[in-house]
């Protein structure tokens, strides 16, 4: 929630170093606004994520944070590509030291801002540092196309333009094409599969084999198939705790959602039906 207040302010001095940059103009304030609407369904999913009722949602919840995610790509996309239409119509450069200052203090913040998303590592944050990113690139290009536009050559600042944002566009909808892999059953990456055989075959001596491990994704994180293989002979009480503890072991891994294992007595093949 500090970071959306936090982007809330830094979106207001963005916006008011861009008026008095380029005059009023509606792409701009559209630009700020889908901002803005981005940080708050990141917020809305979050808050959906931790309170809605899970006896009417038991699963699923945490693919909120990439259906925000997915949905915020796709909007500032179209936001920037309007934003490029904007450009082309406008040949208006004017650079001068409160334009300046205003921009500078903006991106110092946004610079703070953008370390903490990335450190924090979320879908959500990512988009949040992605944003960020691309506000600092648009305030610089912005800045220097004008002050070149103003004193130098007058299409310089919507040729800068138009190449920041046709930039800006395609990495957001880069991002959109990245998240839908994710939801709708991708493999996880070879790193996370070999880390839960390793685990699964050093787990309890009486797993005599793996039939089937299948890591892979519906979400931001993965769930993973297991199937063991134990002795025929093997006492029900003590099949039953190997597959609930190495459940357990394996749901605790911070890539991993849900975790299923199943005890078998042979290796036929029959996860497959």
């Not at 207001?12 to 981005?38: G, M």
């Not at 944003?131 to 912005?142: F, P």
């Amino acid at each position: 929630l500090g970071i959306l207040w936090a982007n809330v302010a830094t979106k207001t001095i963005w916006l008011r170093s861009l008026v008095l940059l380029l005059e009023p103009k509606l792409s701009t304030f559209i630009d700020s606004l889908v901002d803005t609407t981005s940080g708050l369904l990141i917020m809305l999913s979050t808050w959906a994520i931790k309170n809605t009722d899970t006896f009417k949602y038991p699963r699923g919840r945490a693919r909120l944070e990439l259906v925000a995610a997915l949905m915020c790509s796709t909007i500032m996309g179209v936001a920037n590509i309007m934003m490029i239409i904007q450009s082309v119509e406008s040949v208006d450069p004017s650079a001068n030291l409160p334009t300046i200052s205003l921009i500078v203090g903006g991106c110092l913040a946004k610079i703070i801002l953008l370390t903490v998303c990335y450190r924090h590592g979320t879908p959500s944050s990512r988009i949040l540092a992605l944003d960020q990113r691309n506000d600092i690139l648009t305030s610089v290009v912005a800045l220097s196309c004008a002050f070149i536009g103003d004193y130098y050559w007058v299409y310089a600042d919507p040729i800068g333009a138009i190449c920041v944002c046709t930039f800006i566009a395609i990495s957001w909808f880069h991002n959109a094409l990245n998240h839908i892999p994710m939801m709708v059953g991708r493999r996880a990456q070879q790193e996370y599969l070999s880390r839960i055989m390793r685990i699964c075959i050093k787990h309890d001596s009486h797993i005599k084999c793996l039939d089937h491990v299948m890591v892979y994704h519906t979400g931001a994180e993965a769930i993973v198939e297991v199937h063991i293989v134990l002795d025929e002979h093997l006492p029900l009480r003590i099949a039953h705790d190997i597959i609930e503890s190495l459940t357990k072991t394996l749901t605790m891994l911070p890539f991993v959602e849900r975790a299923f294992v199943h005890g078998d007595y042979r290796c036929d093949g029959d996860w497959q039906i």
